[in-house]
């Protein structure tokens, strides 16, 4: 059996106490609304992050295609180029026949009226000659 004269260690909750409780309860759940009020302005500015992050991707890609698209018609473009430059220096050549043309000093005829050339073994070797 208990003994009626010895206490519990409860305290007798006051109307006072109440209120008391009933405010920093209030004052919790006010803290608590700012909290979320933050951190959903924290994932919709990430969202917003997120959204730009994926459009600059697309961006970039799309520029890569067009790089590659407008560097591939470029080589095409050069490679008719030169077929045209080829063909225009063909129709504008200067040719003059040989007849006509003065010799340059190093054009000198070989033999038998000129220098006599001759492979190694042949220069050296004295029946040949």
Known sequence: MRNPLVGTGLRRYTK??????RDAARA???????????LRATVARQ????????????DVGVERQLRAAAEERADELEKRLRAFEARDANEHAVTVPPMHRDPHPDDTPTEPRGINVRNLRDALNPSAA
């Open 47 to 58: 969202g917003e992050h997120i959204a730009q992050l994926e459009a600059n991707a697309v």
């Open 28 to 38: 919790e759940v006010l803290r608590q609304r700012g909290v979320i009020r933050g």
């Open 16 to 21: 006072t106490h109440l209120r008391h409780d």
